[in-house]
């Protein structure tokens, strides 16, 4: 049910594999709850020492937050997508040994992403424009994708 509902929230297609989702999901909610219990800590801490709260530094708190492009949601729906030539639904297998296009499987597309978002983020980059680079990087796939299959 809660995998149903965050698809949606992501606008991600329903046949997007339950590995994936859970993979975007788990990331999600654990840096997020990551940082709730760290921030309750310190202000607990704090409150028994009878301080103010010193709470980490931004490049700390960025640890986990890897950015999602606009273009991971559309590679991935189109990589479930039903192939127009083939009539079946398409997967990386499909796409390399039916099309010649060679697109990673899913995990390693998280990979990339929550990898070169991460370094940007600490390298301070806008989140807008992190989120462009990183989407860029996604770009040749959908590409060759739509390419292939005229779509
Ligand atoms: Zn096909």
């Known amino acids: 049910m809660i995998r ?21 999901m788990g990331f999600d909610f654990h840096a997020r709850s990551q940082e ?23 490049r700390f708190k960025l640890k986990n937050l890897a950015l999602y492009p606009r273009e991971l949601q559309e590679l991935l729906n189109l990589k ?19 099309h010649k296009v060679s ?6 597309l998280l990979d990339l992403v929550e990898k070169e ?6 390298l301070k980059l806008k989140k807008k424009d992190n989120l462009k680079v990183v989407g860029n990087l996604l770009r040749p796939y959908i590409t ?8």
């Open 103 to 108: 697109v990673p499987g899913n995990i390693e």
């Open 80 to 98: 479930t997508a039903m192939c127009p030539l083939c009539k079946v639904r398409l997967n990386t297998f499909h796409l390399r040994e039916s």
């Open 144 to 151: 060759s994708i739509k390419q292939v299959l005229s779509l």
């Open 36 to 58: 709730v219990l760290l921030i309750t800590e310190i202000k607990w801490q704090a409150r028994k020492e009878n301080r103010l709260p010193e709470f980490p530094s931004r």
């Open 117 to 122: 978002s991460i370094k940007r983020r600490r």
């Open 4 to 24: 149903k509902t965050f698809k949606k929230y992501c606008l991600l297609a329903k046949t997007v594999d339950n590995t994936t989702v859970d993979r975007l």
